[in-house]
């Protein structure tokens, strides 16, 4: 039987159509487009095209992307840049992705202090403890709009306020969201976003983020003009194409994706919940991503459970791909109040709309079989 990947919060397989737009830019726009020539103009325009395309996507100004080589790159570029000769206190919860939290502790190692912004037991966040954790000293504030592990979508509107009223930079982490929820830069209220394009369905190494026009950072690569002084290095028009492309395609059919992949991860929750309990399902009560499933087994070794659903041929994982190796229990489940034990046997399912309904069938019983030996294993 083939495997079945259910690992797409960590990478989705490329669209055959995304695809087919980098080979065209490849063989139609290859050149550099800083250069002053006919192929650098013809490259040049599909660079432009494929700025105002996603920014229009993204309800932004085309002056405002930056393009990058993925989602660590952005939020690099933008902590380091909101940060960049200032002293004070960064804001973020305990379960920001790696990207988010090590390039705030190299902040802290210059001097900065590090604020942790809590949730509740759902992973959401507690908009009461705003005004403690955010004020006159607050130099930035980060924040996941969705998170990558459990799939928990915040609600941001009461953070955006207070950090406008604050006048504090607020960079969201939209990696996990773009492409399978609606992204309004303008109305979210902050003054970064960033994004990567394999994450839905696009190219590996491109990416991008936005920064409100208002706003001036220094490049941390040098070396070049590119991208209106802020991040030199000639543009992969190819690979830009392709993320214009798979934007189009994942916001244009955003709506039958969403229903598709809620009734397959409904699914899977459904027939996990019947064969496999007892189960806690992370963030459940919560807004989610339609595509992710966050559900810990207790009394099972989620690493045992991880080998054993790939040597039968099913992709999953523990959490953030970026944070694999890791014995720790996952910090944005401990930020929930979940137990250690708890966190240690979870895993992470998360689906693309190449899933199929069949795919969903042959997993359960399989997992239900292997949770059961595993258990029984334990009791002895």
Do not use: W
């Amino acid at each position: 039987m083939p495997p079945v990947y259910l690992d797409s919060n960590a990478t989705t397989p490329a669209d055959p159509r995304v695809l087919q737009a980098v080979c065209e830019a490849s063989l139609n726009a290859g050149a550099n487009p800083g250069s002053p020539h006919s192929e650098g103009r013809a490259a040049r325009r599909v660079l432009e095209d494929s700025r105002e395309l996603i920014a229009g996507l993204l309800d932004a100004d085309p002056g405002e992307l930056i393009f990058t080589s993925g989602g660590t790159e952005s939020i690099n570029l933008a902590v380091r840049g909101l940060c960049s000769g200032r002293q004070g206190n960064i804001a973020l919860t305990a379960g920001e992705h790696p990207a988010v939290r090590e390039s705030c502790l190299a902040m802290q190692s210059a001097g900065c202090q590090l604020t942790t912004l809590d949730v509740d037991g759902q992973g959401r966040l507690r908009t009461e403890t705003l005004p403690q954790a955010i004020g006159s000293d607050t130099i930035l504030a980060c924040l996941l709009l969705a998170h990558n592990e459990t799939g928990v979508i915040q609600d941001i509107r009461q953070l955006a306020s207070h950090c406008q009223e604050q006048q504090v930079p607020l960079l969201l982490d939209a990696v996990p969201a773009v492409g399978r929820i609606p992204v309004s830069f303008r109305k979210t209220g902050a003054a970064a976003l960033a994004f990567g394009a394999h994450k839905f369905h696009g190219p590996r190494g491109i990416g991008g983020l936005l920064l409100r026009e208002d706003i001036q950072i220094p490049s941390m690569l040098r070396g070049g003009h590119q991208e209106r002084g802020r991040r030199a290095g000639t543009e992969p028009v190819p690979l830009i194409a392709g993320m214009a492309e798979a934007m189009r395609l994942a916001i244009s059919e955003m709506e039958h994706r969403t229903a598709h992949l809620k009734a397959l991860r409904d699914r899977l929750q459904e027939g996990l919940q019947a064969a496999s309990a007892p189960v806690v399902i992370h963030g459940q009560q919560a807004q989610r991503l339609p595509n992710t499933l966050s559900i810990g087994f207790p009394g099972v070794p989620g690493d045992a459970l991880l080998v054993n659903l790939h040597m039968e041929g099913v992709s999953c994982s523990l959490g953030s791909a970026c944070a694999s190796g890791s014995a720790e229990p996952a910090p944005a489940l401990l930020a929930m109040g979940i137990a250690p034990d708890l966190c240690r046997s979870s895993v992470r399912f998360s689906l693309n709309y190449q899933n199929t309904a069949e795919e969903i069938e042959r997993v359960i019983p399989i997992v239900a079989r292997i949770v059961s030996q595993l258990r029984e294993a334990q009791s002895f």
